[in-house]
């Protein structure tokens, strides 16, 4: 954790809207989004989006045999080449969030994606490009799912689509600050 801190603070004060926390998820949030994604028997094609300093990419690293793959997306350079040096082997994809859909997945695939985006403090027309990719993405997948942390227990963002439904999973108080985990799935 100590060593992700350096990089984590370069990109908060490069551009501090994109980054929206105060420090990295710790341990017991990124073990707690795992969990959630392996509540499902077949979680799927794995994406965390906003991988950043790879905190709960590390969780989802540990349990990937339990999934058809696991992918990571992060804008930030910097943070991508530490993502590559710490996960050996894993497709890291260098591009904004809102560009998800443009990944060669299976049609008709089972697929989780994993956010650890600032959805709340990400400029208007940013949060309209991600929420839009999130409904398209939603319509490749014959079983989607979106787990997504806040703060405060607050809903994440509104919904992308009329078809994807919020459920709060759980609060995790030993995280600074407290994070609520939400899922936004399939009705």
């Known amino acids: 954790m100590k060593s992700d801190l350096l990089p984590f603070w370069r990109s908060f004060l490069r551009?501090?809207?994109?980054?929206?926390?105060?420090?990295?998820?710790?341990?017991?949030?990124s073990d707690a989004m795992a969990r959630e994604v392996l509540?499902?028997?077949?979680?799927?094609?794995?994406?965390?989006?906003?991988?950043?300093?790879g905190s709960i990419t590390q969780a989802l690293f540990e349990v990937r045999h339990r999934m058809t793959e696991l992918i990571a997306v992060e804008k930030t350079?910097?943070?991508?080449?530490?993502?590559?040096?710490?996960?050996?082997?894993?497709?890291?994809?260098?591009?904004?969030?809102?560009?998800?859909?443009?990944?060669?997945?299976?049609?008709?695939?089972?697929?989780?994606?994993?956010?650890?985006l600032p959805f709340r403090s990400l400029p208007t027309r940013d949060?309209?490009?991600?929420?839009?990719?999130?409904?398209?993405?939603?319509?490749?997948?014959?079983?989607?799912?979106?787990?997504?942390?806040?703060?405060?227990?607050?809903?994440?963002?509104?919904?992308?689509t009329k078809?994807?439904?919020w459920r709060r999973s759980h609060t995790i108080v030993r995280n600074l600050p407290p994070a609520t985990v939400w899922v936004l799935e399939q009705t």
Do not use: W
Not at 90 to 110: F, G, K, T
């Open 39 to 53: 509540a499902v028997a077949h979680p799927g094609i794995v994406i965390e989006l906003g991988a950043g300093t």
């Open 77 to 116: 350079p910097e943070l991508a080449v530490r993502l590559r040096q710490k996960f050996p082997g894993m497709r890291i994809h260098v591009h904004c969030a809102s560009e998800v859909e443009r990944l060669s997945l299976p049609r008709h695939c089972d697929l989780t994606l994993v956010s650890s």
């Open 127 to 160: 949060k309209q490009r991600l929420s839009s990719a999130i409904a398209k993405i939603s319509e490749m997948a014959s079983h989607f799912r979106l787990i997504q942390y806040s703060y405060f227990g607050r809903l994440p963002f509104p919904s992308p």
């Open 15 to 29: 551009d501090p809207r994109h980054i929206g926390a105060i420090a990295p998820a710790g341990r017991p949030l």
């Open 163 to 165: 078809n994807l439904v």
